[in-house]
């Protein structure tokens, strides 16, 4: 069993940014694939960024990429997702998502798709607008 919450949501500008977190318990993230995705209203939650078991599996989507860092201190157990430069589009609820899956870990490989994660935080919400 994995829990994951989220934190570090909140109204920012166009241009401005934000730090979420995602601190996990149960397992060690470092044994996981571990996942951003959002969900903006009316719109399917979709993938935004991940990470597997080396830095070289780091993921992002189009969208975001170039603007947004995820990145994991193991030793507090916590993921990061470093959202600049901001944009009205960016508006949606962010959740972290944990694919505990063992061949996703032996592979170092970060899926894009919601069905391959087992376990979600409650979500976070992020408004973009001036």
């Known amino acids: 069993q994995v829990q994951l919450v989220e934190s570090g949501g909140g109204l920012v500008q166009p241009g401005g940014s934000l730090r979420l977190s995602c601190a996990a318990s149960g397992d060690s993230f470092s044994r996981n694939i571990i996942g951003w995705f959002r969900q903006a209203p009316g719109k399917e939650r979709e993938f935004a960024a991940g990470v597997g078991r080396t830095t070289s599996s780091i993921s992002y989507s189009e969208s975001v990429k170039g603007r947004f860092t995820i990145s994991r201190d193991s030793a507090k157990n916590t993921m990061y997702l470093q959202m600049n430069s901001l944009k009205p589009e960016d508006t949606a609820v962010y959740y972290c998502?944990?694919?505990?899956?063992?061949?996703?870990?032996?592979?170092?490989?970060?899926?894009?798709?919601?069905?391959?994660?087992?376990?979600w935080g409650q979500g976070t919400q992020v408004t973009v607008s001036s």
């Open positions: 998502a944990a694919d505990t899956r063992f061949t996703s870990y032996l592979r170092d490989f970060v899926s894009r798709n919601r069905n391959d994660y087992n376990y």
